[in-house]
């Protein structure tokens, strides 16, 4: 009865994993999710959905929680940085399981999350970190999300994917450059942009001309 229920369990898990792992792996290319969900926004509690922001470029930021120690340096990067974000047509959402509520306590108090005025998503189901592969349900983050940005054209589509430990902060500075990569991108059909491309630099046009020649 043990061992069944034992492998019952490991099955589980890897099915869980494995789910996790086709999800996010797929996205890109692909709809971004949709989703409703509460959100605390200059200095109020709001709804919003997401497909509300087609016409714009989306930055999904999911972080593990609030009054954490990583978390609020990588925030308060992204406010920062969030004029750059928004001369690029783009919104940013942050996203944790944390309620509207949480997230309110924490900008009240802390100077680096004052700084914040794009919307605090609550994901407090952990429904949206699920339906982006990012939910941690198993481990000492149980009930979290990894730390994952996804980047949104203005059609819906997810552009970039980017997952890692929860231990590891993320640049906001290549974040930034990467969305402006993808404007281009799609403001100039048929070039791409090269290796640690910057905006100003240039560009290739792919073709059979080109083969063997970089």
């Known amino acids: 009865m043990k061992s069944a229920l034992f492998l019952r369990k490991v099955l589980g898990l890897k099915m869980q ?18 989703f409703m969900a509460k959100v605390f926004h200059q200095n109020k509690f709001k709804d919003l959905r997401l497909s509300q922001l087609r016409g714009k470029w989306t930055i999904l930021a999911f972080y593990p929680g609030d009054f954490t120690f990583i978390c609020p340096t990588e925030l308060s990067r992204f406010a920062d940085f969030y004029a750059d974000f928004r001369k690029l ?14 997230h309110k306590a ?11 005025s794009y919307p605090m998503v609550a ?5 949206i970190s699920n339906l982006y592969g990012v ?7 149980e009930g979290r999300s990894l730390r994952a940005t996804f980047i949104i ?3 819906g589509i997810i552009r970039s994917a ?23 991108v799609r403001e100039h059909g048929g070039e791409v942009c090269p290796v640690e491309w910057e905006t100003g630099q240039k560009t290739l046009k792919p073709g059979i001309g080109l083969v ?3």
Not at 106 to 116: Q, R
Not at 162 to 184: C, F, M, P, T, W
């Open 89 to 102: 047509n783009a919104e940013i959402l942050s996203v944790s399981t944390d309620s509207e509520h949480v």
């Open 135 to 141: 939910y941690i349900s198993e481990g000492a983050d």
């Open 153 to 155: 054209d203005p059609d």
């Open 212 to 214: 063997g020649k970089i």
């Open 162 to 184: 980017d997952v890692h430990d929860n231990s590891i902060g993320r640049s906001v500075k290549e974040i930034l450059r990467k969305l402006q990569a993808a404007s281009y």
């Open 106 to 116: 924490w900008w009240d108090v802390s100077p680096m999350i004052k700084k914040i």
């Open 17 to 34: 994993q494995n789910n996790m792992n086709l999800n996010f792996g797929t996205l890109v290319g692909k709809k971004a999710p949709d």
């Open 123 to 127: 994901d407090t189901s952990g429904k």
